[in-house]
Nanobody
Framework: QVQLVESGGGLVQAGGSLRLSCAAS????????MGWFRQAPGKEREFVSA????????YYADSVKGRFTISRDNAKNTVYLQMNSLKPEDTAVYYC??????????????????WGQGTQVTVSS
């Protein structure tokens, strides 16, 4: 099974941008559909975006549609989340996750097998 490490979080002003990265190791990256989730203090983890194994299909939560873009580079074993026009309500710990090998893309967090440790994103107003 793959191991996942997120990076790229930080503090940014409202309206700014950040790009999160999630580096995978320990498996053939293209075997796994990938997702991004986030969890704000006192709230449940929520779906942000997902991408299929060869990037043919992407999903977005309504709250980020048009502002966030998910992508992946299978040669670099990395999935990205480009976040533009950030809002204070985007403040959360962001996690990347991998589905089981060959499984289809989904927005359900309980269908992801492997999780990274998370990276903090803070958007100031």
């Amino acid at each position: 099974q793959v191991q996942l490490v997120e990076s790229g979080g930080g503090l940014v002003q409202a309206g700014g941008s950040l790009r999160l990265s999630c580096a995978a190791s320990g498996g053939t990256f293209s075997n796994y559909a990938m997702g991004w989730f986030r969890q704000a203090p006192g709230k449940e983890r929520e779906f942000v975006s997902a991408i299929s194994r060869f990037a043919g299909t992407t999903y977005y939560a309504d709250s980020v549609k048009g502002r966030f873009t998910i992508s992946r580079d299978n040669a670099k074993n990395t999935v990205y989340l480009q976040m533009n026009s950030l809002k204070p309500e985007d403040t959360a710990v962001y996690y990347c996750a991998a589905r089981a090998k060959y499984a289809q893309i989904t927005g359900r967090s309980d269908e992801y097998n492997t999780w990274g440790q998370g990276t903090q994103v803070t958007v100031s107003s």
